[in-house]
């Protein structure tokens, strides 16, 4: 494996993959006589350093995605990484309501919304008069139907 190594810099903390990234950062290994498809660099340092790589995500403990530092990568379930993912996220509203469980919802974009806003905004006049005014369309809608 001298190959990989040789495109790797040791610097003091980080062994930074000198060759080619991939889109997300991630140093690329393709080498045709060893692996016939390019390994992430990470991955397959680890590998070398404990003889497998684990199923699912290999986290950088040094959030350096080029690093391939075996002591700096730590294999996490998909969970546990979503779980961190998220933590990651801010964690109140734009109007400061925490994002507990109970009061986020997933807007069908996929983005988080906060309840409470949401219940907020249904109390103001403009939403009950909205509201109003939808209720009398549909049954005037109703009336010409049955009419
Ligand atoms: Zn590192
Ligand atoms: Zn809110």
Redesign the pocket.
Same mark, same amino acid.
Do not use: A
């Given at each position: 494996m001298e190959l990989f190594w040789k495109k790797v810099q040791f610097t003091g903390? #980080?062994?930074i993959w000198t060759a080619y990234l991939d889109r997300d950062g991630y140093g690329l290994f393709r080498s045709n006589r060893l692996t016939p498809k390019s390994w992430r660099a990470h991955r397959l340092a680890y590998a070398l350093e404990h003889g497998s790589v684990p199923p699912g995500h290999l986290d $950088?403990? #040094?959030r350096?995605r080029a #690093?391939v530092?075996p002591s $700096?990568l730590e294999p996490v379930t998909p969970k546990v990484n979503a779980e961190r993912g998220m933590k990651a996220q801010q964690t109140h509203c734009k109007n400061g309501h925490e994002f507990t469980e109970e009061n986020t919802y997933r807007k069908p974009n996929g983005t988080r919304a906060c309840r409470t806003c949401h219940r907020d905004r249904e109390k103001l006049p403009e939403a009950l008069q909205r509201r109003a005014e939808a209720q009398l369309r549909y049954s005037a809608r109703l009336k010409e139907r049955q009419g």
């Open positions: 903390t #980080c062994w $950088h403990l #040094c350096n #690093c530092r $700096h």
